[in-house]
Structures are given as C-alpha cells and as structure tokens.
C-alpha cells in the first residue's frame, strides 16, 4: 500500500473511532467488549492493509472486519465469566444507547441478519450497496431484510402505542 492510502487509512481508523465503538456496542452491549472488538478491527486493517485493492471502499471494507470481529467476540463469549459492570472502572466512552433504549431493545431482538443490516443502515447510515459489501448478502437480501426489520419495528411500537 502506498504511504498517501496508509496516511488515508489511518486518518480514517483516528477520525471515525467514535462511530466504530458505536457500532461494535450495538453488537456487544458491553464496553470492554466493544473497545476489544473495536481494536482487534484496527490491528487487523493495518496488518491487512495491502488487501484493500479500492482506497474508495475503504469504509466498507473496515466495516466488514469490524462486524467480523464482533462476531468472533460474540462466539467467544460463551467460554468467558463475566465481571459485574460494578466492578468496572469508569472509562471515558460512554454507552452510547439511549437509557431507555427502547427502540434499541427492539432492534437487539430482531433476528441476527435483519438487525445488522438495520444497525449498519441508521446506525452507521451506510447505502444498501455498502451494507451488501460488509455482509457479503446480494443487494435484493439487504432490501428485503431491511423491509422485514421495519415492518417488524413498526408493529412492536404500534402494539405499544394500543396499550
């Protein structure tokens, strides 16, 4: 990789932090889990930066590893016992939900494939195009996965909205 797109990459690893811890907690919903992933995503681009043939797909292309390193997080989260969240020391990244996270709660619930790509669209507010790049699904999957995602949103805050 030339110096100019290493100079890119990290530019891009430094400014977009913020949005990676975001996206890794949408997935995690832990913070110390969140910063592992977000950091094991980091290492991994710059070790694999001479695979990134397109400078331009550099977002989606980081996205892809990110997403992937939360996966392997969540998989490695059965062998692990966890500390209680009192027990932690108070970081400087915040959770990034709402307190009431009631939309977000609604979000988790979805099935896997379809939450992802609602987070990656309005989380992160990558194009459909985007998010069939970093999921590997055909452009027609994405859609219709977004569509169900929605649809199933609406009905579970409309059944609130009656009671």
Same mark, same amino acid.
């Given at each position: 990789?030339?110096?100019?797109?290493?100079?890119?990459?990290?530019?891009? @690893?430094?400014?977009?932090?913020?949005?990676?811890?975001?996206?890794?907690?949408?997935?995690?919903?832990?913070?110390?889990e969140a910063?592992?992933?977000?950091?094991?995503?980091?290492?991994?681009?710059?070790?694999?930066?001479?695979?990134?043939?397109?400078?331009?797909a550099?977002?989606?292309?980081?996205?892809?590893?990110l997403?992937?390193?939360?996966?392997?997080?969540?998989?490695?989260?059965?062998?692990?016992?966890?500390v209680?969240?009192?027990a932690?020391?108070?970081? &400087?990244?915040?959770?990034? @939900?709402?307190?009431?996270?009631?939309?977000?709660?609604?979000?988790?619930?979805?099935?896997?494939?379809?939450?992802?790509?609602?987070k990656?669209?309005?989380?992160?507010?990558?194009?459909l195009?985007?998010?069939?790049a970093?999921?590997?699904?055909? @452009?027609?999957?994405?859609?219709t996965?977004?569509?169900?995602?929605?649809?199933?949103?609406?009905? &579970?805050?409309?059944?609130d909205?009656?009671?």
């Open positions: 990789m030339s110096q100019i797109n290493e100079e890119r990459l990290t530019a891009f @690893l430094v400014e977009e932090q913020a949005r990676f811890y975001r996206l890794a907690y949408s997935y995690l919903k832990n913070r110390e910063l592992d992933a977000v950091q094991t995503a980091v290492c991994t681009a710059l070790e694999k930066q001479d695979s990134l043939r397109e400078p331009d550099m977002r989606t292309w980081f996205y892809r590893i997403v992937n390193a939360c996966t392997d997080q969540l998989r490695k989260r059965k062998l692990v016992t966890f209680p969240p009192e932690l020391d108070a970081g &400087s990244y915040e959770d990034p @939900l709402p307190e009431d996270g009631s939309l977000a709660r609604r979000v988790d619930a979805l099935p896997v494939e379809v939450g992802t790509i609602v990656l669209r309005f989380y992160e507010e990558l194009s195009k985007e998010i069939s970093v999921t590997g699904c055909p @452009l027609s999957t994405v859609k996965r977004l569509y169900t995602g929605l649809k199933k949103l609406r009905v &579970s805050m409309e059944g909205e009656i009671e």
